[in-house]
């Protein structure tokens, strides 16, 4: 298949989300309004689009900078309101790429994605420190900083930012 020709697939695939969505009287695309077929024909263009633009990272990864809503955006030719509709959907696909072992954020709101050429059935992949795992410390990277569970982060981003405001 031609990027073209995966290009238009896609866009067929997320319209149909979106008509799914609408008929069902949903805001929102989640991956579960999709047939199993059509969710691993997602994740496998997906994948795909995020190997194509990906460098090496180390020795089993590589790093995509790749902004999946940027690129469904102008493939589509959508707004704001429509990406917002298309944030689950993203969301779940790359959780599933995760579960596969074929990709992950290092971060939970980064858009570098990690990916792996897809060479068979994989192990999903194990970082010691890996700042997904959530715990009470705060993790530091790249990406920026971090602590715990998103809405324990918030909080500590609130709490934060009113320190931050008062000083």
């Known amino acids: 298949m031609t990027s ?11 319209r149909d989300g979106l008509a799914r969505a609408d008929d069902a009287g949903l805001a929102r ?3 579960k309004l999709y047939p199993a077929e059509e969710q691993d024909e997602l994740l496998t263009l997906l994948h795909a689009y995020l ?14 900078p790749g902004n999946i809503m940027t690129l469904w955006a102008e493939l589509l ?25 074929l990709g992950y954020r290092t971060h939970p709101r980064s858009v570098p994605v990690l990916v792996r050429e897809y060479s068979g ?3 999903p992949p194990v970082h010691p420190g890996d700042p ?7 993790a530091v990277g790249a990406w920026g900083a971090g602590f715990g569970d998103p809405a324990t982060n918030r ?12 000083h």
């Open 29 to 31: 695309v989640p991956l």
């Open 132 to 138: 997904r795992e959530t715990s009470s410390t705060i």
């Open 51 to 64: 190997w194509d633009t990906a460098a090496p990272y180390d020795d089993a990864w590589h790093r995509s």
């Open 121 to 123: 059935v994989l192990e």
């Open 4 to 14: 073209q020709d995966s290009n238009a697939r896609l866009v067929e695939l997320i």
């Open 77 to 101: 030719e959508i707004g704001t309101e429509t990406r917002h509709r298309l944030i689950p959907l993203r969301t779940d696909l790359v959780k599933l790429l995760t579960e596969r072992g």
């Open 155 to 166: 909080q500590v981003e609130l709490a934060a930012e009113e320190a931050v405001q008062r």
